[in-house]
């Protein structure tokens, strides 16, 4: 076929007047991986959800094989042959996995052994070790991930559009995620990839688009960029040699210590692990996905509840804790910034304003009966000019931000509450370079006001960049702790494996 299978020109959404891409051009080869690029609220998940459906244009031309195409919802979108899997999962927690699999494409009888039977080989084939029994609002990220990515290529859609899709992954995952995509491409499917690991763009895409403030930059072939290139056309700036920095030279002393963790016990996650934390001082805890990272800080915040009998002991501040609703825990000083932040972190259909306020009022409890608007505006705009929050103005719906905003406004949530322990669980997980930079910084300025800082990171170059003492989860447990002097990269994962 000649010509592109998919193009857009002069590509023009507007919200309220304001427009979130404008005038831009691009087009899709037929199986070509074209890589997206751009920081948060450059436009890339706009000009993707135009293509499946989710959005209208405001002015401006698609067109699939040469034929100008409108769709309006993504059944329109899947019947012209195009898939997406978003960067927040779409998937129904009350079914079943392979029920999400088979969605939309039921036929008149069902017979739920075949669908669990068709499912299993599927997801095999496919080298994702998923349940298709298991209901998917008992999955973690990393999991339902490969569901959606599962479903996009059980469609056999021509295009798929994959949003952050390695995000959650494990080296290992993300390495039979690498193979599918080019599998894909030698059955003829063009896929675009969004991700802010630029690494990956460079490594398995053939051409990448950069955009930047909701236009187009350039369009170049892969072979012609490189990680400063790329960086340069996203900001405008060079931010390639801060964006994590070298390894550490110095590490910050400890202070107090804020919170002990002694032989604690969670279900089949967490098995008699042990860790403390400092005041003054940024611990990074680094694990393979299942490792129990996320669970042991979900138990000391009061999220999930340890073992009844023999759980262990958690001190804050030398006291006794034991929190069984996340409520107790925030008057005492321990916020979590959670990692799937549209399922735990903010309330999509509220305000900006409105999130931070419900953090604030969170720290008060009982004490504080009374919703002051005036209070809910102050407070708002304070924490989204700290933050760099960018939006139309305070009272945009948190759900029409773009990722990295969402989790800043996350984080302000959490911040408001004048936390001692702040747990920043992934904190730069679908977070664009320069929004990155800016949250490292905001880490650091913490531990500097001598807050007692947890960052759970499955990206080593994160944990070496901010860590003053790297702690090393495996099977349940912590199994090994470095300072930020003797740390490198090999001894981490050697002891996150082996």
Known sequence: MSGPILELRQATKKYAGVAAIEEVDFALNQAEIHALVGENGAGKSTLTKVMAGVVTLTSG????????????????????GIAM?????????????????????????????????????FLQSLNFDVVPTA????LGAAKKQMVEIARAVLHNA???????????????EKKYFFDLVFELKRRGVSVIFISHAL???LQISDRITVLRDGRHVVTDDTRNFDRARIVQAMVGRDLSQTLYGSRKQTARRSGRRVLSVQNLRMGPMVKNTSLSIFAGQITGVFGLVGAGRTETFKVVAGVLKRDMFHGGEVLLHGRRARYRVPAPAI?????????????????????IARNIYLGWLARLGRRRMLVSRRETETIGEAWIKTLGVRAIGKDVKVVELSGGNQQKVVIAKSLVQEPDLIIFDEPTRGVDVGAIAEIHQLINRLAEEGKAVV????????IMALSDRVLVARQGKIVEEFSALEATEEKIMYAAIH
């Not at 094989?65 to 309006?72: I, K």
């Open 158 to 172: 021509k295009i798929i559009i994959f949003d952050e899709p390695t995000a959650t992954l494990t080296p290992e």
């Open 455 to 462: 960052v759970i990171s499955s990206y080593l170059p994160e």
């Open 331 to 351: 008057r005492d000083g321990i916020a979590y910034v959670t990692e799937d932040r549209k399922v735990e972190g903010f309330f999509e259909t509220m305000s």
């Open 85 to 121: 899997v978003f960067q927040e999962n779409s998937l129904v927690p009350t079914m079943t996995v392979a029920q999400n699999l088979f969605l939309g494409q039921e036929k008149f009888y069902n017979r739920q052994r075949g669908i669990y039977i068709a499912a299993q080989q």
């Open 61 to 80: 031309q698609m067109f699939i094989a040469g034929r100008e195409v409108a769709p309006r919802t993504p059944l329109e979108a899947r019947h012209l």
């Open 199 to 201: 690494e990956e763009a």
């Open 135 to 138: 209901l998917v609002g008992m």
